[in-house]
């Protein structure tokens, strides 16, 4: 079972990953950002990047569960490049509503 964050084709999460950031900014109390960016600041390496090992501690403590394919299912969606997030994809991982695909 592969879990991923929505339904969107992936064309289509390329153009709105910028505009959901922002919705998301918008409309999450301070607080929540600022612990989002507390555990940002936490888990990011040196360069100021969330890598694999950081994201899956943010997820699992969530209770997320995600797996390592998972974790590097993400990185690969949202920097397909890198495999690292910086904090404005970190709150967009974060803030988008989880789907099972089954």
């Known amino acids: 079972r592969k879990r991923t964050l929505h339904a969107l084709p992936p064309e289509a999460r390329a153009r ?4 959901d950031t922002l919705d998301v900014m918008r409309v999450v109390p301070d607080d929540v950002l600022n612990r989002l960016h507390a555990i940002f600041d936490r888990l990011k390496s040196r360069s100021g990047r969330l890598g694999a ?42 803030m988008r509503p989880l789907e099972d695909d089954v």
């Open 16 to 19: 709105a990953s910028v505009m």
């Open 53 to 94: 090992a950081g994201l899956k501690l943010a997820l699992n403590a969530l209770g997320a569960n995600f797996t390592d394919a998972d974790v590097m299912d993400l990185l690969v969606e949202m920097d397909p490049q890198n495999k690292t997030l910086d904090f404005t994809d970190f709150i967009t991982v974060m």
